[in-house]
């Protein structure tokens, strides 16, 4: 029910180097966007800012096309979920979950019957008589989740909902968020450290770091095509691979070279990096393109000398490096694949989706972008 | 045996603080006349407490200490909340301003005895209960203030801020959540208030007269003119804790009872 | 014009809080001859400052408050400290244990005073500042053990478990670790504690003779016998008040600048 | 240097259902294990019990293999890592890791001496003279490791060390960790919830469960062949899918039937089975055994409603129902296959390292041994 957009807002807290800078975006109506970021890059006080919890410096906050800088957090009809939950240890779970309708003097029979009905979809109805200390973590993460949803808002602030719970609720709550957006069709912001909770329950990510807008877009085009060396660490674990090498001239086509190893860049590439040729690069690949045996054309082999293995059940995770290089390189395999530290192995990378980007200030080097991987489905 | 010596020493110890408030409880159930005998209990007697609240007229006093102490704590915790908050939430004179607040109660009672006197006696107020009421709720806003501002500054931010998206203003936000939150505090403020009230004796002595007198001002009438009457002391102290005991096990309930927050942990 | 009504009331309501000790200051440095003027400062004079030092003994009087209000407190912390983390980190005596500590506080103080005076005399102790010491130091320990507690309960026991796994015993802990990790809080409290002291009239006026008369009793004095001599009076308060600033602001800093435990945020 | 065994070790707390209870376990000298569990099932206080912090209600713990129940633990001469790190806030950064060296009276040459090379170990160098308050969260977690390798102590135990910092930092620690063990060779216990921990960094894992101990084993045994439900669903993420139904004859084989399909087990394991043809199981597979295509044998193909696909990156997962089953069903596979939500799907169940667990206490029905996939390597 609201689009919301920001014009080169800015918050600046005196004296602080937290706070955030210059940022535009724009979030359509009904999206589910995440804000993405380690601590401190200033997406809590975006939220707060949207919610009206904190007055901003500059700019300006627009709902539904509306500048809502000074408008009260009551009236601009938007709920937040927050990362404490900050349910009201005064009141029972229905009485939690009540206190916004009854606040905008709705009708008592109004009141209980929305109340029950956001109960009963998040299944808390046996729960209405308890005191928020007297419920398990994920049950006080539903009541605060019902407390939103009871008020019927234009759109739903997500501040860390899931950081509280443990691993496997963390995993359950994922799918029942995302199940419930499509249900309600409410605008969402849910703000995030997690890169799982990026990739797989939004539209489209914002990354932010140190108070300012790195990247957006949807996830996997944003896994793909990593706009600097911040957001290829930052959206994977294993970050993505990150080797200083340089660019040079191999016959008529291009190759980077780095101690203990010469990768031909694809064809498709050439003439976008062409300009860089003979300069230095960081080059990029993600563990999971590394592979045991060739895969297509661009296929290069590698020698890896093996310095740890992380045996995860599902897949193994190879540390190592190339042959006398100082950077420590990790290749994702199957589990049928290992090694033991200290071996010497040869992988093969597969350069398709690689990436440079300049040593300088770590941003991409351009070049044709890759396609998401999602919808290529082959049986 | 190492362990036998540690136990009659703890129990040595224990002993020690626990006579003196049993022997007071003794003193006071015994006969005037045998208050000083060495037998621990030579006979049972109320005459204390009867000759307290006949002749000594201690009902009227204890009225009165109840009055002023109950009265100067409902009057003082309003502006003690409202400011320890503010000093909490919006940092209100920052670090000078909190300093200042704990600096009122740097200043010696004894300088602010005979200017409170002055001031009541142009209202004439001297002599009165209201009078005594209202000193003691000045005298307590600031103590009160400064251990509700530590109590506020513990309740997270976000309730309130939950209370504002819900649809309250910051004031609503401050009386539905934070104040229903804060009753713990707010009882245990009010106790300590009621305690430093209901024994005071300096400004009670200056500001009360004979009929106005609180229970510090009467025990200490029980022990000048004609020599300790011990056991009517005992008897008085015995009543003077009385209350306080009462209110605090209430109290220490209501704390224990615990409001845990229901935000994570 | 709103905001132009709301300034214009705070500031009111500033000038309200801080007038009167600012004319308590500008009183005590105009001749006592224009004490009463209503003139903003019509002379400077340090003539009651130096009757003060002259004249009344003041230079004793602050050299005895000193003395009692330090020594007190001196003796009271390591009592108060060792009470207070028994209480928080064995659970001694569980609640039963905190009560009795806060219900020691709830003994009026005048009950006390002439069974006070009463042992100090089989001592030969009265009219000596080391009595009036010793009571002092036993009226701060309940206070300081309860407001240490709360400090000690902050500090989280892996300090500890990290100490005595590293080589320490458990005393060793509290020694090497939970004691200078508590200075601030030490410190707060031996503030406290000597603001109390330094503050005290009703022992004080019992328990000492004309030569070791404290601040309180010396200030009470000025108020008395030839009517109030306000100038003095004024001068008696600064000066009072003084050292509690100059403690406070000091102490202030020290708990500001902030040992932030070093574990997580 | 030292070995630690646990004989029927009991830590009752009055008037509460936390605690341990009859725990046997022994750790060999220089072996690194790990103590998996939920929060509150009783890890740390083990933890607290070896080191000596807690004491503990019956049975007996062995340091070389002598009972040190009654020794202090300034005599046990263990290190412990706590979760908060524990530094002295008082002392700067060498303060902090030679108090130890100096409560045990070392000359001062060789405590200087020994704080430096721990913190040349750790990059600490340049540190020295900081307060832990000004250090950053991965800072002070050093400090805290170093101020324990520093004493040369018998053992290391290490509860939850990596839990507060970031993922990347997370990542790097984990293989740290298992390069100071390798190095100095000490035993070490880490108690962690963390299944990635788990999984990659002990000899063996020993999983808790409400103060006992459920199973123990190296890693890859335990997640091949789980004791229980909890166990499958605790050690990887997403959890081992199970499904109840009933264990049916077919002809002269077995299959477990359930709403929506009908799959045959193995061959190898018909006999181990065969009691239980015609009741109600429990059937536990894991999200990496479903594949887009049949691969060998023992593959069996399912329809999958799809309900929601969480693209990581490198790859997707599928959550699902089968045809009419109550239970969701989670589905691993390549980032090159996926489905929108409200398809049906055809995948391949590869049914070898499959699992039944009995319906009444979810204990795994003992079959042939399923060995780890690890050392199957192929290129």
């Known amino acids: ?196 909770e990026a990739m797989t329950m939004g539209d489209r990510i914002f990354i932010m770091k140190d108070g300012r807008l790195i990247q957006q877009g949807p996830p996997l085009e944003v896994y793909a095509n990593p706009a600097d060396t911040f957001v290829a660490g930052f959206l994977a674990s294993p970050p993505m691979n990150l080797v200083s090498g340089r660019l040079v001239e191999v016959g008529d086509g291009l190759a980077f070279r780095t101690d203990g190893a010469m990768l031909p860049i694809p ?83 597969d350069l398709t989706p690689m990436h440079l980007f300049t040593p300088e200030d770590g941003k991409a080097i351009p070049r044709p972008r890759a396609a998401p991987a999602l919808l290529r489905r082959h049986a | 045996m190492r362990h036998f010596g540690l136990h009659a020493g703890l129990w040595l110890a224990v002993a020690l603080i626990l006579l003196p408030p049993l022997w007071v409880l003794r003193t006071s159930l015994v006969p005037e006349s045998m208050a000083y005998s060495t037998d621990v209990f030579p006979a049972f007697s109320l005459e204390n407490y009867q000759s307290l609240f006949g002749q000594k007229r201690f009902g009227t006093f204890y009225l009165n200490s109840i009055i002023v102490a109950l009265g100067s704590v409902i009057i003082a915790l309003p502006f003690a909340a409202a400011m320890g908050y503010a000093f909490a939430r919006f940092q209100t004179g920052g670090r000078f301003g909190r300093f200042l607040v704990l600096s009122l109660q740097m200043l010696p009672p004894v300088a602010l005895v005979l200017p409170a006197f002055a001031i009541l006696r142009s209202m004439e107020l001297t002599q009165s209960l209201t009078g005594l009421t209202i000193v003691y709720a000045a005298l307590n806003i600031p103590f009160l203030a400064w251990i509700l501002m530590g109590f506020f500054e513990g309740i997270p931010v976000d309730l309130e801020w939950a209370a504002m998206t819900d649809g309250t203003t910051a004031w609503g936000a401050f009386w539905r959540i934070v104040l229903p939150v804060s009753l713990p505090g707010l009882a245990a403020a009010g106790v300590l208030g009621f305690i430093l009230s209901w024994n005071e004796f300096l400004f009670a002595l200056v500001l009360t007269g004979s009929k106005t007198a609180t229970i510090p001002v009467a025990l200490a009438s029980l022990q000048t003119s004609n020599g300790i009457q011990i056991g009517k002391v005992s008897a008085g102290v015995v009543l003077a804790i009385l209350p306080l005991i009462i209110a605090s096990r209430f109290i220490q309930r209501f704390i224990v009872q615990g409001l845990t927050f229901g935000s994570v942990k």
């Open chain 1, 1 to 196: 029910m609201a689009s919301i957009e920001l014009r080169q807002v800015s918050k600046i807290y005196p004296g602080s180097a937290a706070g955030v800078k210059d940022i535009d975006l724009s979030v359509a109506d009904g999206e589910f966007v995440i804000f993405l970021g380690p601590s401190g890059c200033g997406k809590s006080t975006l939220l707060r800012s949207i919610a009206g919890l904190e007055s901003i410096t500059a700019g300006d906050i627009l709902i539904n096309g509306e500048i809502v800088n000074h408008v009260a957090p009551r009236d601009r009809n938007i709920a937040v979920v927050f990362q404490s939950y900050a349910l009201y240890p005064h009141m029972n779970v229905w009485q939690n979950m009540a206190f916004g309708l009854r606040m905008r003097g709705s009708p008592a029979e109004e009141i209980d019957a929305k109340v029950k009905e956001a109960a009963e979809l998040l299944g808390l109805t046996p729960l209405m008589q308890r005191r928020p200390s007297a419920l398990s973590g994920g049950q006080r993460q539903r009541v605060a989740l019902g407390r939103a949803i009871v008020r019927d808002p234009q759109a739903f602030l997500l501040d860390e909902p899931l950081s509280n719970l443990d691993a496997q609720l963390r995993a359950e709550m994922r799918l029942e968020l995302v199940r419930l957006h499509r249900k309600l069709g409410r605008t969402t912001i849910h703000v995030t450290h997690d890169q799982v």
């Open chain 1, 267 to 349: 064809a498709a590439f050439r003439a976008a990096y062409a300009a860089w040729a003979g300069k230095p690069v960081i080059f990029g690949l993600r563990s999971e393109d590394f592979h045991a045996a060739p895969n297509g054309d661009s296929s290069a082999p590698l020698t890896l000398q093996v310095e740890a293995v992380e045996a995860l059940g599902p897949e193994n995770i190879l540390i190592g490096r190339l042959a006398g290089a100082p950077t420590q390189v990790s290749a994702r395999l199957s589990r049928h694949y290992s090694a033991q530290p200290g071996e010497s192995v040869t992988l093969y990378a």
